[in-house]
């Protein structure tokens, strides 16, 4: 007897189903799924092999499963019919008639997980959006260029904006709505509302949507309109700026959750070396000492997190990012030459101690970030402490230690515990024990060990492993500054720099090791400048020449016109390129690129530098606040 057999194998493509007659049984190595039909009649076997198809699409996983990005694998078993961000989602939605929902976040994102498990999960949610929208699902890290456009949308229509990113865009490309995290009934009601407008109302909403735009999008350039002036003169208003957002009883800036707003503290320190503003000093200080011994440092391993959801920096949002690291140590590094504090200077190697020993991953770069929740889906509970468990694992007087120095033994303030924070100094806490300053901190240095070998063990974080070039590139740039303190840094700042060398091959620099990704501005930026900085530091003449090659390509790539192009490819339609660039979280790519280039020392980029810093926009006088790094770079060069 003749048998069909209907296999499915795995190809360069995706998965490939054929048919074959076979007389026996026999399985090839290949197949996946295999099923037989006793049947001889061509047109019976056609018939099944096309409801297999069917059938096998509609229940395998959607195209995130496996994906190199692990936000995006997280994904890959919701039963939302995701797709990748790109011109085969945007045509989909064209061909179909429609809208998109462009989700956005990231792996580190702990609402990101809460939406993913409560709606992206439930069948219920997943039949709506398969049957009425195209879903599209955005790493946030490997497209920020998307998420920065998104952000800005969702920031002017609703006020505010954040991760997870949920906006709803029409089959042309422009946004319509969109919000940040949602419960799941809330969610499903929009999806039904939506659905039915569009249905309706579709062209009224595509015409609101075209309009936002268009809107949108004349706001930002008569903000970016240029004239004649010199930034450098504007860089003399922004520590006055700056100390009017200041929190001086508690440091930081503002009065909601505190962000260590990086770029703004950095500039302030350097723009003070010159204006000597005593009041700038003491706000400085105090915000490095709450930042290194409150909710924001990790008091066992070292590191910061992304930021306190308070504004006393008592509790964190338990995520840690590559970025927030790799510049809190330069920061710490250059307070501590400015301020003569060694204790700043133990921080920043501290920090990283802390990125060599927790996140370094393959290659000898360093992943993206480390999870607010841990394997079991606590917030915060790799780092958090009962007191019952200190007392298996500690002696009375290492006990006594973490109820002095930490006050662990306070009620638990978190379901999984208490988060470490100082109580006191070192000094202090000398005094209360009895011993000597040196006594002290060698016993405080091997509590911290144990506890560490203790949570490595026993719990477990998950890690979003992408190499990305730009976050690693800043990273080299506090490894250059590190090296002259310590051997080890410099062994892997060398290392460090051997993998962006190797992202580079000639003409374009990769966005990530696991894919093809051509870089961005901010990737090209930040790896000249991170490639100089190495280079500079430790005589490397291999690392500066590719860092101004790399600075080379990116005016020519980016740089049109007098205008910064963040994204040539851009499938939104009507984006707005911008004459300077704001910080964000991290430094403009503007700055690190313009410092990079200075530091090559290279005429033509020179030229480059001086005609950029001639141009003076609106948003630079009405915001000089935003773009701190520029104006620090500019005053000082």
Not at 203 to 219: C, D, F, G, I, N
Not at 543 to 560: D, P, S
Request: aromatic residues 10%; glycine residues 6%.
């Amino acid at each position: 007897m003749s048998f069909y057999i209907l296999y499915v194998c795995k190809g360069l493509g995706g998965y490939i189903y054929q048919t074959m007659q076979l007389e026996t049984h026999a399985i090839r190595n290949d197949m996946i799924e295999f099923t037989f039909y006793d049947f001889k009649d061509e047109n019976m076997k056609q018939l099944l092999t096309l409801l297999f198809i069917i059938s096998a699409f509609t229940t395998s996983a959607n195209q995130l499963k496996n994906h190199s990005s692990p936000y995006l694998a997280l994904h890959g078993n919701d039963p939302v019919n995701w797709m990748e961000w790109g011109k085969p989602a945007l045509d989909k939605a064209k061909k179909e008639n429609k809208l998109l929902l462009v989700s956005v976040g990231y792996f580190a994102c702990h609402w990101c997980h809460v939406m993913q498990r409560e709606s992206y999960s439930d069948k219920g949610i997943a039949s709506k959006l398969n049957k009425n929208y195209i879903s599209v699902k955005v790493d946030r890290e490997l497209n920020p260029v998307l998420d920065k456009r998104l952000i800005e949308f969702v920031q002017v229509t609703n006020g505010t904006a954040g991760w997870p990113l949920n906006v709803f865009i029409t089959p042309d490309g422009y946004p319509l709505v969109g919000a940040t995290y949602l419960p799941r009934n809330h969610f499903s009601n929009v999806l039904n509302q939506l659905d039915k407008k569009w249905k309706t109302e579709q062209p009224a909403l595509s015409k609101k949507a075209k309009e936002m735009s268009q809107t949108l999008v004349s706001m930002l350039e008569k903000q970016e309109r240029t004239v004649s002036g010199d930034i450098s003169q504007l860089a003399d208003k922004y520590v006055d700026e700056a100390m009017e957002y200041a929190d001086t009883l508690q440091g930081g800036f503002g009065q909601d959750r505190k962000f260590p707003q990086i770029p703004q503290l950095w500039a302030l320190l350097k723009l003070n070396k010159k204006q000597k503003d005593k009041e700038a000093d003491e706000f400085l200080n105090l915000t490095l000492q709450k930042m290194s011994q409150l909710g924001l440092h990790d008091e066992v391993a070292g590191g910061f997190y992304r930021y306190t959801i308070d504004p006393d920096w008592e509790t964190p949002h338990f995520e840690k990012m590559l970025y927030t690291n790799a510049l809190m140590t330069l920061l710490y590094f250059d307070a501590a030459d400015y301020y003569l504090n060694s204790n700043y200077r133990d921080i920043a190697l501290e920090t990283l101690y802390f990125l060599q020993n927790e996140m370094r991953g393959e290659k000898n770069a360093y992943i993206a970030s480390l999870s607010a929740v841990d394997s079991k889906n606590e917030e915060g509970g790799y780092y958090l402490w009962q007191q019952e468990e200190l007392k298996k694992i500690l002696t009375p007087e290492e006990l006594l230690v973490t109820t002095h120095f930490w006050g662990l033994n306070r009620a638990a303030e978190l379901p999984a515990g208490n988060l470490p924070r100082q109580k006191m100094s070192v000094n202090e806490l000398a005094s209360k024990l009895g011993l000597s300053y040196s006594e002290t901190s060698k016993k405080l240095k091997n509590l911290k060990f144990k506890l560490k070998q203790h949570r490595n063990k026993t719990r477990e974080i998950p890690r979003d492993i992408k190499l990305l070039s730009g976050m690693n590139g800043l990273t080299l740039a506090a490894f250059a500054r590190g090296s002259q303190y310590d051997t080890s840094i410099k062994s892997s700042g060398k290392d460090l720099s051997e993998f962006l060398i190797s992202l580079w091959d000639g003409k374009e620099l990769r966005r990530s090791a696991a894919n093809n990704m051509t870089g961005t501005f901010y990737d090209y930026a930040a790896v000249s400048w991170g490639l100089m900085k190495w280079g500079m530091a430790n005589k490397d003449d291999e690392a500066k020449k590719i860092g101004l090659e790399i600075a080379n390509v990116a005016w020519e790539k980016f740089y049109i016109n007098n205008l910064w192009i963040e994204d040539p490819d851009s499938l939104l339609p009507e984006g707005t390129n911008q004459a300077h660039l704001p910080d964000s979280a991290i430094i403009s790519a503007e700055a690190l690129l313009l410092e990079a280039s200075l530091l090559s020392k290279n005429k033509e980029l020179d030229k480059k530098i001086k005609h950029t810093l001639k141009m003076v926009t609106r948003s630079l006088e009405v915001d000089i606040f935003s773009y701190a790094s520029l104006l620090a770079l500019a005053h000082l060069n």
